[in-house]
Each structure stands twice: as C-alpha cells, then as structure tokens.
C-alpha cells in the first residue's frame, strides 16, 4: 500500500467531531446545561423541549448568570471558569471543569444565550456558531439568571439526526431529568414538551429525597423501600447512602420496562457498569424476571481516588478499589434484602 500525504484535520472538523462525543443525544445536552445550572447555584431549573430535544431545547435557571464580558468567549472550547490548574482536576467540586459542553453544542446546533447577573440593569443576549459569537451581544430584557436554546441539534450531522426518534429521546430526556430532579432536592425542577400545558416533571423546592422519590417515580415506590448507610468507610474512606425497594415490591403497575438503577458519585450523576450488574444479579437471586427493582446509591469519596475524565461525557467513572468498595456495598444491601425484605414476605404469606 502507497503511504498517504499526511495533514493536519481543519478546526472546524475537529471540533464537529470532539462534539459528538460531548454531545451525543439531546439528553447528553440536557444534563450539561442543567448541571451548568447547578454549578451557577440555582434554585430553579426549567426544561422545554420540542420533538424531543431535536428541534428545540431551552433551559431556564434563576443562577448567578454570566457577566456581559465572558459572553463572546462562552462558546469557545476549553473556556471554563471552573478549573485553571492540574491539581484542580483532582478536587473538583463543580459538574463542569472542562469548557467543552456550550463549544459543542455551537458546533452541533444554533446556540442562543440570554442572561442576567443580578448587578446588571438589563439581561443580554447573542448566539453562536462553530465556537464562536456570531453577532453582538443585545441588551433585553430578562430576570437573574440563564436561559440557553438549543435549535436544531445535529442539524449539520444527517446521521446522527437519522439514528433518532422523537418519542425515545423524550423518554431519554425524562429519565435524565427526573434523576437529576431526584437528588437535587434544593432544586426546583420542571420539564414540559411540545404543545403540552401540563408539566411531565414538577418538584417543590427544599423538598427531601423521600418526597422527590414518590413525586418522581410514584407512591408505590416507597411502600416496600429499605436503605442502607456506610459512614466512612474504616478502610476505603467511602461513605455511601443507598435506597432499594425490597422483594416485596411489583413494578407491574408502572409502565417501567427495565429496573432503575440511579448512581451519584460525589453528587455526579454516572453509569458504572460493574456495580448496576452486580446489585441487579443479586436481586435476581431473590425477586422474579418480572419484578424490577429501583435502586438508588449516592456515594462520596476522596475526589483524588475518582476519576471523572475517562470520556468527554463524564458519565462513565473509575475509582480505587472500586472492585472491594461495589462488593461491600451489594453485601450490605443482599443482607437487607434477606434481613428485612424478604422475613417481610414471608411474615405476610404464612
Ligand atoms: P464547563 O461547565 O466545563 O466550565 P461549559 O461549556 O459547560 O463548560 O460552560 C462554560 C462556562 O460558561 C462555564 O464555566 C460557566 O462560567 C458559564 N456558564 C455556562 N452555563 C451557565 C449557566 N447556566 N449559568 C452561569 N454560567 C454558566
Ligand atoms: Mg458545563
């Protein structure tokens, strides 16, 4: 084979490629802003999607907003305000540390910002594309805070866009927003799509997590729900709270066709995949096919022993010891489960 020229990519296809990554799906999209809300101390978050985030996502907080000057770099990637050195990597206390989730979506959508600080007389607004502010930034109206518009995500990427349904987005979205919702429990949340009047997801402010499970996934939830707590743990210095419903509980009523399984880590939303596994064949070995479990972990470690930049998307993490720490706490739980739970069911069969 004849050896090719090689060239250097162009920018701007560099950067359409790294945003897939950031931004995979409307949902991915949805999560960074709202924890760019978050990171800006909100007490309100709301969500409005149309067609499932494709034609149009906005998303409104009452956070500290961005000053008129950071707008013209807002989008341009790797411009954060929340990290500015290695070590900060390593003691992260904001959702966001790389200056990559409004770059990609300026490079994947029509991207408008309108915001206000609260020492400000009027809110601004501009837009941007590939990165960069497209025209100058307006003074409007506005309250405190930050309201992003996504239009049109994936417009110029045909086959990501052909890959998606509306309707399973949407399911997507809810997901995200209700875990989201779920934990944040300072934090108003509500999410509405399309022509729709009535919110899908509505919590109450300076709620607690027991309000926020039954508001968000139902009353029957909490009927049959034990929980666990690891208070700094003597060796692995974790500490770990966790909720599960018990052998008794039927997810046949609920629409549900799969368990829930929902893990925080330092407060951070993220999938490990080894320990949803083991908890869900441990269930397994004691509820039926049919009975699909919800399991909530929240879990805090050392930030130096996590590590949250394996992908762009921070949803998948590592951390040290992570095979001794999932098997401590899948035991912990099998013991409530065969303790509490399952004694339960069979007090009330005999
Ligand atoms: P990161 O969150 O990693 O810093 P982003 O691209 O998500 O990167 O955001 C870039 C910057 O824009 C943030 O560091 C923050 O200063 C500002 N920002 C984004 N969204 C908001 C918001 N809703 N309220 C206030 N500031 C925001
Ligand atoms: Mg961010």
Redesign the pocket.
Known sequence: MSSNKIRKLDETLINRIAAGEVVVRPCSAIK?LIE??L??SSHQIHVYVKQGGLKRIEIR?D????LKDDLPL?CERF????LSSVDDLYQLNTY????????SLSYASHLTVITKVKDSPCAYTCTYEDGKIKNQVKPCAGTNG?T?IVEDLFYNNSLRLKMMKSLDEYHRIVDCVQKLALRNTHVSFQLKHDQQLDCDILTLPSTTLYQNMKQLYGPEIVRDMYDITISKHALYLFECKAYFTGTNYSSSSSSKSQAIFILFINGRLVDCQPLKKQILSMYALYVSKSTLPFVYVDLQMEPSTLDVNIHPSKSEVRFLNSEQIIQIIVKQIEDVLVQKSAKHSTTQLT
């Not at 956070?63 to 961005?66: L, N």
């Open positions: 960074e760019n809300s990171d800006a907080d956070g500290c907003g961005i807002l411009a954060t305000s929340k966001g540390f790389r200056g990559e989730a409004l770059a930050t992003l």
